[in-house]
């Protein structure tokens, strides 16, 4: 018999999950330890990795004696802690610094997450300034590690870093970006303190974190950068042949090769080929699609005249076309609000979706690029606002928000891509799978009458697709970085500066790119299968749940929709 029970597991691992990484915990809304952070060491991730074997003990344990309920709970429970004691051999925490993530990038978004309201929030902040230089002498400690092991990134991943931590050097403390959350704190706390305040933050910047950047770019100058692989390829590494396949399965949460993802690459991007020369042909047109994709580009027509434009743009589609048609195929729709703002800067996706707290504190936010409003095609509009917002990201975000859900589900840590495969999970072929499936739910809605909006939905979709042959091309088949470059241009519409951009994403995140297209196919085969095998019975609103209710990986989500099927054959 055992003391233990469900509860005090899940609780004892959210505890433990937040104190060992402040910053995460800073992310889910948690203030207990916005004061420190996260000690970035060898022997903290095998700490953590000694710890998940007892949480993983005690889940199989409890196996045995709960009920049918807490069964499934410890399912996905015991999925989410296996993930990181299956990847933590490939050593995922060598690679802490590219030029999408990192300390350069990533540290001025804690208070972005948390913003200071009271005195203790600000002192908290000056405290996490105060601790970065420490910080960083860590970070460098594993980095010369992974060095003395060989275990680099291609240089293509550290473009910009080095001057990314001297930025951070130069100019007046009054307009670093660190100073940016104290600009305002007389108003907050009046003039004595705040004046106070303002004053510790000076130092804490100068003595924290600007002497934590420059001794971060004098490494990365000096060791790191000369020391980078020369194969893009992360096969080229020791233990890379292991390694990208954890990846793989981190990724795809399935055990699909590196040569199975490849082929069905291939044939996705022909398939898609074939449906866009019928669109063609039903446009009436006599062009080859890369005549069509040229005059596409060329004409103005297809793109915004403005900012307002297009954010007027995805408010119609959103609001008017598809919210009001959302409980024709599902039960309920999200409960929390949902915001479409601009992103800040231009330096962004087209549009992209950050989930709110689940107190409702922060509400869940579409970000839009308006930036660039005049290269964002209309026709890709109703496919990325399916994808990004509704009944995409949003729904399903704000559906793992379940008041009885433990927290590991609702807040997934949604940064330190680069850690993977040893990290808790991000679930990206579910995540990302359920968006590209939402995009072909635009035929459900009837959304997709206009041939070029289908036309749309397919450059998105064919894009996805091409990331299964150029990821497994350069990583495990010898593919050169030109040569996955020439095949995006091949068979996208996009344009060199993006592909480019794309590929240097794939080099730097092994296997990350594959999950969206292996997970709406997924999702795809399980509904044809419930099609199928329920006929008159098959009940789509009822398939949803179904899905949504599985967050977690592919594996479970297969056996989640075969019981749904087998339960309601013998109903
Ligand atoms: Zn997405």
Redesign the pocket.
């Known amino acids: 018999m055992t003391d233990d029970s469900l509860d005090s597991l899940l609780s004892d691992f959210w505890n433990w999950r937040l104190q060992q990484s402040p910053e995460f915990a800073t992310m889910a809304g948690s203030k207990l330890y916005n004061h420190i952070l996260e000690e970035f060491t060898e022997a903290r991730f095998e700490a953590d990795f000694e710890a998940c074997k007892v949480f993983l003990a005690r889940a199989k344990a409890l196996g045995s004696v709960v009920g049918s309920e807490e069964k499934e709970e410890l399912e996905f429970f015991e999925a989410e802690v296996e993930t990181f004691v299956e990847g933590f051999p490939h050593g995922g925490y060598f690679f802490p610094i590219n030029y999408m993530e990192g300390v350069q990038v990533d540290f001025q978004r804690l208070t972005e997450w948390a913003p200071p309201s009271d005195l203790k929030d600000f002192e908290n902040v000056i405290a996490r300034y105060r601790l970065f230089p420490a910080y960083i002498k860590q970070i460098v400690g594993v980095m010369q590690k992974a060095v003395s092991k060989g275990l680099t990134n291609h240089a293509c991943s550290m473009k910009g870093v080095v001057d990314k931590c001297r930025e951070h050097l130069a100019g007046e403390i009054q307009d670093s970006v660190f100073f940016a959350p104290f600009k305002a704190v007389n108003e907050l706390l009046g003039d004595e303190a705040g004046s106070k305040v303002q004053e510790e933050a000076r130092e804490a910047i100068t003595d924290g974190m600007r002497l934590g950047f420059s001794i971060l770019a004098d490494f990365l100058e000096k060791e790191y950068v000369p020391a980078c692989r020369k194969d893009v390829a992360v096969t080229s590494l020791p233990g890379g042949q292991e390694l990208y396949k954890a990846c793989l399965r981190f990724h795809t949460s399935t055990s699909l090769t590196a040569e199975e993802i490849h082929q069905r690459g291939l044939e996705e991007v022909k398939r898609i080929e074939d449906e866009m020369r019928i669109i063609i042909q039903e446009l009436g047109l006599k062009l080859s699609l890369e005549e069509f994709i040229k005059q596409l580009r060329n004409d103005k027509q297809n793109f915004y005249g403005s900012a307002e434009e297009l954010l007027g743009a995805f408010h119609t589609i959103i609001w008017d076309r598809v919210d009001p048609q959302l409980t024709k195929i599902f039960k309920a729709k999200p409960k929390g609000a949902l915001e479409i703002t601009r992103t800040p800067l231009a330096d962004y996706p087209a549009a992209f979706y950050i989930a709110g707290t689940s107190d409702g504190a922060r509400p869940s936010k579409l970000f839009v690029n308006t930036h660039k409003f005049d290269s964002q095609p209309k026709y890709e509009m109703v496919s990325l606002s399916l ?2 917002a509704l009944p ?2 949003h729904l399903q975000g704000d559906y793992i928000q379940r008041d009885d859900w433990p927290e590991f589900r609702k807040v997934m840590e949604d940064r330190a891509y680069s850690q993977a495969p040893t990290r808790f999970p991000i679930n990206t072929a579910y995540v ?1 799978g359920w ?1 590209l499936y939402s995009e072909t739910l635009g035929h459900d809605l009837g959304l997709y009458s206009d041939p070029m909006d289908r036309y749309g939905h397919l450059s998105e979709e064919i894009f996805r697709a091409c990331r299964l042959v150029v990821d497994t091309g350069m990583h495990a088949l010898g593919w050169s970085r030109e040569q996955a470059v020439q095949y995006m241009m091949d068979h996208t519409a996009a344009s060199k500066e993006n592909i480019v951009g794309e590929v240097d994403r794939y080099v730097t995140w092994p296997g990350q790119a594959v999950g969206y297209k292996i997970g709406q196919m997924k999702i795809l085969e399980l509904r044809k299968r419930a099609e199928q095998e329920l006929g008159e019975k098959f009940d789509i609103k009822e398939f949803h749940e179904v899905v949504l209710k599985a967050a977690g990986p592919l594996d479970l989500l297969e056996r989640k929709v075969d019981e749904h099927i087998k339960r309601t054959l013998s109903s």
């Open positions: 994808h990004e995409g990201h990302e968006g």
